[in-house]
């Protein structure tokens, strides 16, 4: 495992202490969907990078606040309320079914009673939190390492949503897919999809072009940032994007360029700047956004 900023997350290597930091993230978003108002497209469940992991948004309790941070330095999970009062759970190799009572026992200590839907979402065969001892394994090198990665490629992101005047997302964390993200609207309202649940129509009822980063998953092998317009426009997927690793993906209908090629490069920063511009140039272009009116002046 290399140290310093990109440091290297071959999937491989890491796959099952992910699916751990997966399952702990699902248990925190839920609290954070119990606990705060429905905002544009579910941002307040979305987790924001901090100097030292993820945080929820604050949370309304019992008159005051409440948020949830992920440190992946000390390798615990901070329940902090307004009023001073703190509880800490250990980040460690332990079943998710124990994880889940910990916090759910630290919130009872805190005086805060949260019920919350406990079937994870987004992925395969999903076990409920409180039965599932198969999820098990955290590694901190890698959640560190992940953590690194995240905070070496947050710049770019934030820079590339400065540009736009637009509606913009901020660049946040969705814990069912895992996956970092920002989202650029044309502001107008998209068709709505048949038979869409209501997640997926208030995720897409604009239209949108993303870009994030994702470790990778199923089909995908490795860790990936990736780009997408939806409702997508004719000629998308045969567009002319930048760097030359970046291809377009047939089954999930995105751009994707691989990590390891941007860890990799002479200017990470760069290749993956050259990504979100050059990707979304050809999305705004062939649907005909505005961007005159949704961009910065350089």
Known sequence: MSAGAWPALPLADWRETYATMHMASQVIGKVALAMTPLTN??????LRPTSRGLAS???????????????WIDHRLVLQCSDGRTEIVALRSEPIA??????MQALHRLGIEVRIRTLPVEVPEPIRFEEDRTHATYDPQWANAFWRALESMWPVF???RGKFIGKCSPVHFFWGSFDLACTRFSGRRAPQRP??????????????ISAGFWPGGGAITE?????????????????????????????????LLPYEAVRTSPSPEKALESFLESTYAAGARLARWDRAALERPA
């Open 223 to 255: 860790a990936a940032f990736y780009a997408y317009a939806a409702p997508e426009p004719e000629g998308f997927a045969l567009s002319q994007v930048a760097p030359a690793q970046a291809v377009y993906n047939t089954e999930l209908h995105e751009f």
């Open 57 to 71: 948004a604050p949370m309304r309790s019992m008159g005051g606040s409440l948020t949830a941070d992920f440190d």
């Open 41 to 46: 497209h579910w941002w307040n469940i979305a």
């Open 195 to 208: 038979g869409a649940d209501a997640v997926t129509r208030e995720a897409y009822s604009h239209e949108v």
């Open 98 to 103: 124990d994880f889940y009572a910990a916090v």
């Open 158 to 160: 934030e820079g590339f």
